[in-house]
């Protein structure tokens, strides 16, 4: 599997729910800044939470997938939606090499298949496949947008940290996007 990370960390995503819909879902004032910015907060946690817990994108976003060498890989998500480019370093230099979209081929399950004339490419010391990844926010499933409900919900209505982390309705709705690792 590919070291996986965020193309761009810095840029956050946007709420997969409505935020003014977030406000009525715990019942706060929708018109309050204050309100409005706590919901909308709780809203990316929430994304994040279960970007975390299932170990994949859910929410569609670019990434990098970094490997040592031309080999088949398996990008880190059940659900990539492009390859939009792979460049190679050799050994000694720093620069970025662009590999040609003829020596590669992949799978909306995150397979990523190199060729014989880029596996026989000298001196490859490093492999970045730039990939885009997660569900569109229009075509987030239904489950995952109420686990982010229930996770919002939950957060507000307790604000103190749990001394045991149970099993809750969240982790049934999203385990089975969690990505297994073998």
């Given at each position: 599997m590919l070291t996986a990370r965020p193309k761009d960390p810095t840029k956050k995503h946007q709420p997969c729910i409505d935020v003014s819909v977030g406000c009525d879902w715990i019942r706060v004032d929708r018109g309050n800044t204050a309100d409005y910015?706590?919901?909308?907060?709780?809203?990316?946690?929430?994304?994040?939470?279960?970007?975390?817990?299932?170990?994949?994108?859910i929410f569609s976003r670019e990434y990098y997938g970094f490997s040592d060498g031309f080999c088949d890989s398996v990008l880190q998500s059940l659900n990539v939606t492009a390859v939009s480019a792979v460049h190679y370093q050799?050994?000694?230099?720093?620069?970025?090499t662009l590999l040609d979209e003829a020596d590669y081929d992949w799978r909306e399950t995150g397979e990523v298949y190199f060729f014989p004339l880029a596996q026989r490419l000298?001196?490859?010391?490093?492999?970045?496949?730039?990939?885009?990844?997660?569900?569109?926010?229009?075509?987030?499933?239904?489950?995952?947008?109420?686990?982010v409900r229930l996770l919002i919900g939950r957060w507000f209505d307790n604000r103190a940290d749990e001394r045991k982390d149970v099993p809750t309705q969240v982790d049934w709705l999203i385990g089975s996007y969690v990505l297994p690792i073998l």
């Amino acid at each position: 599997m590919l070291t996986a990370r965020p193309k761009d960390p810095t840029k956050k995503h946007q709420p997969c729910i409505d935020v003014s819909v977030g406000c009525d879902w715990i019942r706060v004032d929708r018109g309050n800044t204050a309100d409005y910015q706590t919901a909308e907060s709780l809203i990316l946690a929430a994304m994040a939470k279960i970007e975390t817990h299932c170990k994949q994108p859910i929410f569609s976003r670019e990434y990098y997938g970094f490997s040592d060498g031309f080999c088949d890989s398996v990008l880190q998500s059940l659900n990539v939606t492009a390859v939009s480019a792979v460049h190679y370093q050799t050994k000694g230099d720093v620069t970025w090499t662009l590999l040609d979209e003829a020596d590669y081929d992949w799978r909306e399950t995150g397979e990523v298949y190199f060729f014989p004339l880029a596996q026989r490419l000298p001196n490859v010391s490093r492999v970045r496949v730039t990939y885009t990844a997660g569900y569109a926010y229009e075509a987030v499933p239904h489950d995952i947008l109420q686990a982010v409900r229930l996770l919002i919900g939950r957060w507000f209505d307790n604000r103190a940290d749990e001394r045991k982390d149970v099993p809750t309705q969240v982790d049934w709705l999203i385990g089975s996007y969690v990505l297994p690792i073998l």
